[in-house]
């Protein structure tokens, strides 16, 4: 995990205007606290598994996604345009395949295989796994919007994945076996 950490200031080096691109501060800082509420939401299902071992994660996926419709129409009638807000009209094919895939594929398949696996699976055999987020983040960005990656950004991955790597084939190189 240490080498997992030192990756992320190599991520947000950029931030401090020092890289070859700015990365947004707040776009930086939403990133870290997205990360942040990953780990809660672990302990929100651990904790529920403990309370309640048959429960069914599908249910349970489509509940807690009911949270979030509230302070997302707030922040909408907060910040976008009077004229654009509620005008579906306006919504793009892709805007259409954008919200069919972060509401239906992302959020609940998504999230319920993640929840199933850590209703089988104890936690810190699943969780390294989610140290693979930002690198496939990064590349989906430079192949659908043309991102370029900066060296420091380049070195934060390279850490990442290589604690990713470590964590998962660690404890076969202790006993022996073979990659």
């Known amino acids: 995990m240490a080498i997992a950490a030192l990756g992320l200031p190599c991520l947000g080096v950029d931030v401090l205007g020092h890289g070859a691109s700015e990365?947004?501060?707040a776009g930086?800082?939403?990133?870290?606290?997205?990360?942040?509420?990953?780990?809660a939401s672990n302990i929100v299902v651990?904790?529920?598994?403990?309370a309640a071992p048959a429960f069914?994660?599908?249910p349970f996926m489509v509940w807690t996604s009911l949270v979030p419709i509230v302070p997302f129409v707030l922040l909408s009638l907060?910040?976008?345009?009077?004229?654009?807000?509620?005008?579906?009209?306006?919504?793009?094919?892709?805007?259409?395949?954008?919200?069919a895939y972060l509401g239906w594929f992302a959020t609940i398949l998504g999230y319920a295989l993640w929840t199933g696996l850590l209703k089988r699976h104890p936690a810190n055999r699943v969780a390294p796994f989610s140290?693979?987020?930002?690198?496939?983040?990064?590349a989906a960005g430079m192949l659908a919007l043309g991102d370029?990656?900066?060296?420091?950004q380049w070195a934060?991955?390279?850490?990442?994945?290589?604690?990713?790597?470590?964590?998962?084939?660690?404890?076969?190189?202790?006993?022996?076996?073979?990659?």
């Open 78 to 99: 907060a910040f976008d345009a009077a004229e654009t807000r509620w005008d579906w009209r306006a919504l793009s094919l892709t805007g259409w395949a954008s919200l």
């Open 23 to 25: 990365l947004p501060l």
């Open 46 to 50: 651990r904790r529920a598994r403990q």
């Open 148 to 152: 370029v990656i900066t060296p420091w």
């Open 131 to 138: 140290l693979a987020v930002p690198p496939v983040g990064i």
């Open 156 to 179: 934060g991955i390279v850490l990442i994945v290589l604690s990713l790597a470590l964590v998962v084939f660690k404890p076969r190189l202790r006993a022996g076996a073979p990659l």
């Open 56 to 58: 069914e994660v599908l």
């Open 28 to 39: 930086f800082l939403l990133t870290v606290a997205s990360a942040a509420m990953w780990a």
